[in-house]
């Protein structure tokens, strides 16, 4: 069983800033790391799958890195919309990561 | 476009069983993996099954293992989940998602349906 990470668990930041999540799984996965964005009442959405491309239609200012265990999703000049709980997930096997929750500082 | 509809979600009694289905739309449903992810109440989201483009293949959580069963008829282009021997803590929004492949990013989702497990 591949076991996900995130952190920190929750993030503050101010409109226009910068956020940084981090996602560690407990062995390596190469780059099967997908990102997903869950706001209030709402379903999940792809945003970054391949640990760095990004789905259709999502903005430039999220991006994705890493490769093996280590996972970073950047969000550049945080907007209003931006602000929700993030899940990174491994596709091997398909476990998720317990989320990061961004909210306005 | 892209339609996932759940439906089937309610309150159950403990060891009881419910069925779940989610009607697909829009995109070429039998060319897609489907999954079913579950959320308890506050949660963050779990794994539940999955089941490969054809059926041929099925997969499931340890936590629902011998008692979920994930099935799908492309003619009609549905998926459904049976739950059998619920328990409370299966009480939670299903979603059922669509993948490219059957280990690939889920890339579409329906709106989920709410089981809630309670005498």
């Known amino acids: 069983e591949i076991v996900m990470t995130q952190s920190p668990a929750t993030l503050s930041v101010s409109p226009g800033e910068r956020a940084t999540l981090s996602c560690r799984a407990s062995r390596s996965i190469s780059r099967s790391l997908a990102w997903y964005q869950q706001k209030p009442g709402q379903a999940p959405r792809l945003l970054i799958y391949?640990?760095?491309t990004r789905a259709t239609g999502i903005p430039a200012r999220f991006s994705g890195s890493g490769s093996g265990t280590e996972f970073t999703l950047t969000i550049t000049s945080l907007q209003s919309e931006d602000f929700a709980v993030y899940y990174c997930?491994?596709?091997?096997?398909?476990?998720f990561g317990p989320g990061t929750k961004v909210d306005i500082k | 476009q892209v339609q996932l509809v759940e439906s089937g979600g309610g309150v159950v009694q403990p060891g009881r069983s419910r069925r779940l289905s989610c009607a697909a739309s829009?995109?070429?449903?039998?060319?897609?993996?489907m999954h079913w992810v579950r959320q308890a109440p506050g949660k963050g989201l779990e794994w539940v099954a999955v089941?490969?483009?054809?059926?041929?293949?099925?997969n499931y959580a340890d936590s629902v293992k011998g008692r979920f069963t994930i099935s799908r008829d492309n003619s009609k282009q549905t998926l459904d989940l049976q739950m059998n021997t619920l328990r409370p803590e299966d009480t939670a929004v299903y979603y059922c998602?669509?993948?490219?492949?059957?280990?690939?990013?889920?890339?579409?989702w329906g709106q989920g349906t709410l089981v809630t497990v309670s005498s």
């Open positions: 997930q491994q596709y091997n096997s398909w476990s």
């Open positions: 089941i490969a483009y054809d059926g041929s293949n099925e």
């Open positions: 391949g640990a760095s």
């Open positions: 829009g995109f070429t449903f039998s060319a897609y993996a």
């Open positions: 998602a669509g993948a490219s492949g059957f280990w690939g990013p889920f890339d579409s």
